[in-house]
């Protein structure tokens, strides 16, 4: 099975302030993903992170409050953007690898904004 | 677009006894359907998953079936254990869109020993 790690693995932010948060995959992920996990909810896609290129991104998500960077095949950054109490969530990357449906999920990042 | 419905949202089973998580999807071109299990303060691990070419797939304690033309599919998990608790996630691709999964509500299973 492939390997994400994500790093903060937690953090307590301001509102007003942004967060990068990281995820690393191992080679077998040719795909990226970005989720949010609400408290208590299930999985949402956020966007597709595309190599050297802009996410894309699901419907109501934008670019502007969730920028995504993947500029190599391994890693990918996620920004939570001006942050509000609303944003306190779980962020999760998650890979797939090429040719396969299988997909991996790293350990999730506990945000909390005060 | 597809939609992904999960039956029931909390499960309490005794040790030992069996638990049946059961999920509902919309679309018919949907041909793999994993299960996640996602412990408490850890991302979702995938526990087993089938593809549409076969009903029925086994791993030790753990089984799903596919029901293609009644588009559900279902976990079964056979002599629990207090470690099976946790909340378990069902997943069906959006055929349409290049198969990224849409998850259902989640089930919180809990064993009691």
Known sequence: ?114 | GENVEQHPSTLSVQEGDSAVIKCTYSDSASNYFPWYKQELGKGPQLIIDIRSNVGEKKDQRIAVTLNKTAKHFSLHITETQPEDSAVYFCAAPKAEYGNKLVFGAGTILRVKS
């Open chain 1, 1 to 114: 099975s492939a390997v994400i790690s994500q790093k903060p693995s937690r953090d307590i932010c301001q509102r007003g302030t942004s967060l990068t948060i990281q995820c690393q995959v191992d080679s077998q992920v040719t795909m990226m993903f970005w989720y949010r996990q609400q408290p208590g909810q299930s999985l949402t896609l956020i966007a597709t992170a595309n190599q050297g290129s802009e996410a894309t991104y699901e419907s109501g998500f934008v670019i502007d409050k969730f920028p995504i960077s993947r500029p190599n095949l391994t890693f990918s950054t996620l920004t939570v953007s001006n942050m509000s109490p609303e944003d306190s969530s779980i962020y999760l990357c998650s890979g797939r690898g090429a040719g396969t449906d299988t997909q991996y999920f790293g350990p999730g990042t506990r945000l909390t904004v005060l």
